[in-house]
Nanobody, 123 residues
């Protein structure tokens, strides 16, 4: 069974950091682009970041540029999202998803989704 499992979410104060992990089971991530998405209560899901299978190409939503960093460790079959200088507006359920290279992690091409990990940023 192909699965992605997110972890690392939690509740933090504004300005603090979290690192999310996306681990694969049942398949190897190294052949897939991986995207991070988030959905805040009452809002549509939005793309946060995307990394190519090699790690050589990375994209970020404007709202997180300069604060979030996506990376991958194919030997560990895991992709990470380092989130620094968190803001209340970052509060959401965060999901990772796997899809083919060359599609910029567009949702229509994504093949496997995780169940999500919650992030709450509040003072």
């Amino acid at each position: 069974q192909l699965q992605l499992v997110e972890s690392g979410g939690g509740s933090v104060q504004p300005g603090r950091s979290l690192r999310l992990s996306c681990a694969a089971s049942g398949f190897t991530l190294e052949h897939y682009a991986i995207g991070w998405f988030r959905q805040a209560p009452g809002k549509e899901r939005e793309g946060v970041s995307c990394i190519s299978s090699s790690g050589g190409s990375k994209d970020y939503a404007n709202s997180v540029k300069g604060r979030f960093t996506i990376s991958r460790d194919n030997a560990r079959n895991t992709v990470y999202l380092q989130m620094n200088f968190l803001e209340p507006e970052d509060t959401a359920m965060y999901y990772c998803a796997a899809g083919p290279d060359g599609t910029n992690c567009r949702e229509g091409y994504l093949e496997v989704w995780g169940q999500g990990t919650p992030v709450t940023v509040s003072s």
